[in-house]
């Protein structure tokens, strides 16, 4: 067995070392903003990229006298989460006050759920890159309001140390959010960051199957709270956590997790404890640094909300909720994979390249399934690689693609050529069809202009020729080449071997 390391606190574990020698523990707190048209508890409306402090109200805002009232369309939606993630939904659930004072959160309380969640006791299996699958298990999922935004002025950070002052900006504050708790992810070993990873790619999905929220993780519409602990082997206690706030991406995600891994592992290497604190995650570099010492239940003095009744939603709505839920992200790939004819592998690349809608809608406008893949797994995804952009924000829709590929298949235009047609529709000349045409790109189909470049590049190669009637049809490829060129790469290379042979006398 390969000795501990000798570690001081701040220095960190390799990752395949600590997983060796420590059982990482997992929970994550995932928020999710809904996408409702007002807020929680009043009529403020809920709109990205506003002016500061321009979609407020006197709840919002937390002023003296102002009552909330509860935002039907969002209970709705978390029933909606519930229940996809196989979750039990109250019969009778209540708002509470969380109480702590901070800038972004206007009434000193934030109006959540404590001990009445609206729903609990779930499941939802999450499917790895290499098609593993994995159970993890969900304590709650409950509502609140989200908290406004502070923006820190001054400083190399963008963080309050060092700020020179501080803003803050109330239009999300009130937001609708359902937060989903996991129970403690246990068993996931050296693979525990690609669960977290995986897991919040699941729920994004899921989110968004059910349109209860754009789950735009770059806008903040969904945020994770990554919780991690060590402990010597699977049978010991659970050692102490710490939880990274806010990771906004699944990259992110999973680079929380090994980092933390490893510096918890430094830390208990030098015989010192972990803290149980909150952390921030540091995007540019994957480390992960101290917030504030972490606050436990009896610390936000929860107690119910005194301005709300209970929300009792009827079993038959419940019901109907349930009976209208749409097909879910696993049961879909599932089915599609089936329609399409795509190996595991293939589906696989598919869904971790975010082209399942976009290879769904380019099937539907025409193509067959294996030449959508070609172009959004292909060419399409070098592109978008190459700018640094999401598939799905390349100025090309899959009707476009459908027809690109259309034109392919008829003939009308070869891949070499289809690849400039691309060009022209992503640089807003128009549809392929039209591109073909302005570009004059279609293929030369005229054995008449073929035969008069054939002839040209004959007599210029008679060694060639002589070599090709001796039986060696080798070097056709040089005349075939020459008429391409000849034909600024619009014609048939096919077609123009068949009537280069035929020229020769072959």
């Not at 593993?132 to 999922?141: K, M, Y």
Request: charged share 25%; net charge negative; glycine share 8%.
């Amino acid at each position: 067995m390969t000795a501990p390391s000798t570690a001081t606190a701040n220095s960190l574990v390799a990752y395949e070392d600590a997983v060796r020698r420590y059982d990482p523990v997992l929970g994550i707190e995932v928020h999710v903003e809904l996408g409702t048209l007002t807020k929680m508890f009043c009529a403020a409306e809920v709109a990205y990229g506003g002016e500061p402090n321009t979609q407020v109200t006197p709840v919002s805002l937390g002023l003296p006298g102002a009552l909330p009232v509860v935002n039907g369309k969002a209970v709705e939606y978390a029933i909606r989460i519930g229940l996809a993630l196989n979750c039990s939904i109250a019969e009778s659930c209540r708002f509470a006050r969380k109480n702590y004072f901070y800038p972004d959160v206007p009434k000193n309380f934030q109006t959540s759920q404590y001990d009445e969640p609206i729903a609990y006791d779930g499941w939802i299996d999450v499917e790895l890159e290499d098609g593993a699958v994995f159970r993890v298990e969900i304590e709650r999922a409950h509502m609140e309001e989200d908290a406004g935004k502070n923006t820190h002025v001054g400083g190399a950070t963008g963080r309050i140390q060092g700020a020179e002052y501080s803003l803050v900006d109330y239009n999300r504050a009130g937001i609708p959010l359902v937060e989903i708790v996991t129970r403690p992810i246990e068993g996931a070993g050296e693979r525990a960051p690609e669960v977290a990873r995986a897991y919040v790619q699941t729920l994004r999905d899921l989110f968004r199957a059910l349109d209860v929220s754009e789950a735009r993780m770059e806008r903040g519409n969904v945020r994770a709270d990554v919780n991690l602990s060590l402990r010597p082997t699977p049978e010991s206690p659970l050692g102490t956590r710490t939880e990274t706030k806010n990771v906004n991406s699944f990259r992110s995600v999973e680079r929380a997790v090994r980092f933390e891994v490893s510096r918890q592992a430094g830390v208990l290497d030098a015989g010192l404890p972990v803290i149980q604190e909150t952390r921030h995650f540091h995007e540019e570099d994957g480390t992960t640094s101290s917030g504030r010492v972490k606050s436990d239940a009896e610390d936000y003095r929860y107690f119910p909300e005194p301005d709300l009744v209970p929300v009792a939603p009827s079993r038959e709505w419940v019901e109907e909720i349930r009976a209208a839920l749409p097909e879910l992200p696993t049961a879909r790939r599932r089915r599609l994979q089936g329609e399409w004819g795509y190996a595991d592998a293939e589906m696989r690349d598919v869904v971790n390249a975010g082209a399942i809608d976009l290879i769904e809608a380019t099937v539907a406008a025409g193509t067959s399934a294996a030449g959508a893949r070609k172009w959004w797994m292909g060419e399409l995804a070098r592109r978008a690689k190459q700018d640094e952009v999401a598939l799905e924000d390349l100025s090309v829709t899959p009707a476009q693609i459908a027809q690109l590929q259309g034109l392919v298949e008829s003939g009308r235009i070869n891949d070499k050529i289809a690849r400039q047609v691309l060009d022209g529709t992503l640089a807003g000349e128009g549809d392929p069809e039209a591109v073909v045409v302005a570009r004059g790109l279609e293929v030369v189909s005229d054995d008449g202009a073929l035969l008069t470049a054939i002839d040209e590049a004959l007599a210029a190669q008679p060694d060639i020729v002589e070599k090709v009637r001796g039986g060696n049809q080798g070097p056709v490829g040089a005349i075939i080449g020459a008429v391409m060129k000849a034909t600024k790469g619009q014609a048939d290379a096919k077609r123009v071997r068949e009537l280069v042979l035929d020229r020769i006398g072959q």
